[in-house]
């Protein structure tokens, strides 16, 4: 199956997508997509053009991502906070001739692009549709393994790289997570995640879609807005990033959640203290899974009647995972080692980066950079970012295990660790912190709560105190930036 194939999953007259106050049924939405099909067509899309997307969620992002794609193009999805600089970047390395856009991009070769796209405007798609008809799009030859997407990387190691991702990675992918989180027609997935990342594109769009259920769009997460709409839509699924579900604790009611069924934690790991708070709030447990965009992206979720906190759960139905050292050899459980995924959701490449490439596919392997290890059962456990484990003196710090701590401390709200340059040790561990508002931060009595919890060398030498740490758009915290910080 073609991933624009998708909206017809839905029985006709079924309600598909939830905007504010519009609805659009599966046969809507059906008539939609081929209307812009018609339109992009008409300017010029063809069979192997990158096509860039920059939208806010909407449901026109939808018919523009599925319109596009039933064209033979492929979809390059902009986060829609780059700068015009960034934007230039992806839209040099994808070769990009056509950019789709809900407002109009202020765009200069003065910011490196070689080639200006041509910008269609969403606004003015509409007025023209409905002021002629367009001559209808010819049929095209499309396989399952053709291009469908490239998900540019957010660069936090260098410059963005663009995952490929193939028609059969991203319904393969909706397949498996669907059989993971049991979703059925009768389900109405949030999708208040960005839609130009992986995470909502897969796990709410197209798993809502393949199993011909609905979506309810919200364009950006304002939480009280946000608990709103699940309780007022009838929301039955709600995926998101932890830093949400801490809002969701401290301002909804628990009659707010009571229709959801299932709750759904990715994009960065979950602290167990979130994982504990919302429960005691809700009496309803919020189920972790694991994924990157290489791998369309989902990887692994906890199976519904056996999760266990903590753990991101076991590889979806067609993934296979291993644990393995430096030399590629597989470890025992309870050894932590890098994280190498194998299945139909991967990638094929990075787009024009064949070095990049081989070093992330090997064997057959995809190569994740996220160290983790499994427990006797199988339950996978992310330790950290391979890049992000500091060396003290010779031993091993993961930052991760250091920040469960710091967010057990009650005045704590958010807490980032990073390895910082030292002449004795090699790295130092340096820890930041948001604190709860209207609480005053008491470093001696923090550290005294650290050295009651943590061996010596993991303790951070330095804890400093920050209103905000710096996030994607998925809520992932932006270490890079932390380690350039200056007070």
């Known amino acids: 199956m073609l991933v624009h194939q998708l909206v017809f999953k839905g029985a006709g007259d079924k309600i598909a997508l939830i905007e504010k106050?519009?609805?659009?049924?599966?046969?809507?939405?059906?008539?939609?997509?081929t209307q812009f099909r018609d339109y992009l067509h008409a300017q010029g899309v063809r069979v192997g053009d990158?096509?860039?997307?920059f939208a806010k969620n909407s449901a026109n992002f939808i018919f523009s991502y599925m319109a596009i794609t039933s064209l033979g193009g492929v979809v390059v999805p902009l986060n829609i906070m780059l700068t015009p600089r960034e934007m230039s970047f992806i839209l040099n390395d994808a070769r990009v001739k056509h950019l789709v856009t809900d407002k109009e991009l202020q765009l200069a070769q003065s910011d490196g692009l070689a080639l200006l796209p041509v910008q269609l405007f969403i606004p003015k798609i509409?007025?023209?549709?409905e002021q002629s008809q367009f001559p209808e799009a010819p049929p095209v030859s499309i396989q399952e393994s053709d291009p469908c997407v490239i998900l540019?990387?957010?660069?936090?190691?260098?410059?963005p790289k663009g995952a490929l991702l193939s028609h059969s990675n991203l319904v393969s992918n909706a397949w498996g997570f669907s059989e993971m989180i049991q979703a059925c027609a009768d389900d109405n997935i949030l999708c208040v995640l960005p839609m130009f990342h992986s995470f909502a594109w897969t796990c709410c769009v197209t798993t809502a879609l393949f199993n011909g259920a609905a979506i309810t769009i919200v364009e950006s997460f304002l939480p009280k807005d946000v608990i709103a709409t699940i309780r007022d839509q009838a929301v039955t699924v709600v995926a998101g990033v932890p830093a949400m579900y801490g809002f969701y604790a401290s301002l909804a009611k628990p009659s707010d959640l009571t229709g959801v069924r299932l709750f759904i934690s990715g994009g960065a790991s979950l602290p167990l203290e979130i994982i504990n708070i919302f429960y005691e709030k809700t009496q309803q447990r919020v189920v972790e899974g694991y994924g990157l965009s290489e791998s369309s992206p989902a990887v692994s979720f906890n199976p519904l009647d056996a999760t266990k906190p903590g753990s991101i759960g076991l590889p979806i139905p067609g993934v296979k995972v291993r644990i393995v050292d430096e030399q590629g050899k597989d470890l025992a459980p309870g050894e932590i080692g890098e994280l190498i995924v194998q299945g139909p959701n991967m990638m094929s490449e990075y787009f024009g980066?064949?070095?990049?490439s081989a070093e992330a596919l090997r064997d057959g392997w995809l190569y994740t950079g996220d160290l983790a290890y499994k427990d006797e059962q199988g339950y996978?456990?992310?330790?950290?970012r391979k890049k992000d484990m500091v060396i003290v003196s010779g031993l091993n710090v993961y930052?991760?295990?250091?920040e469960e701590v710091l967010y057990q401390y009650p005045d704590v709200k958010e807490a980032a660790v990073i390895g910082v340059p030292d002449k004795k040790r090699g790295e130092i561990v340096r820890a930041f912190v948001v604190i709860n508002e209207g609480m005053t931060l008491n470093k001696r009595d923090l550290m005294r709560f650290l050295k009651s919890n943590l061996a010596s060398y993991k303790m951070p030498r330095e804890i400093i105190e920050i209103e905000s740490l710096p996030k994607n758009a998925t809520g992932k915290i932006l270490k890079k930036e932390l380690k350039t910080f200056s007070r």
């Not at 509409?126 to 549709?129: A, G, K």
């Not at 540019?152 to 410059?159: A, E, H, L």
């Open 21 to 33: 106050n519009r609805k659009f049924s599966y046969s809507q939405l059906q008539t939609k997509v």
């Open 50 to 53: 990158n096509v860039a997307l």
């Open 126 to 129: 509409h007025e023209e549709l």
């Open 152 to 159: 540019y990387t957010s660069g936090t190691t260098g410059r």
């Open 353 to 356: 980066l064949p070095e990049e």
């Open 380 to 384: 996978l456990f992310i330790v950290d």
């Open 399 to 402: 930052p991760r295990e250091v």
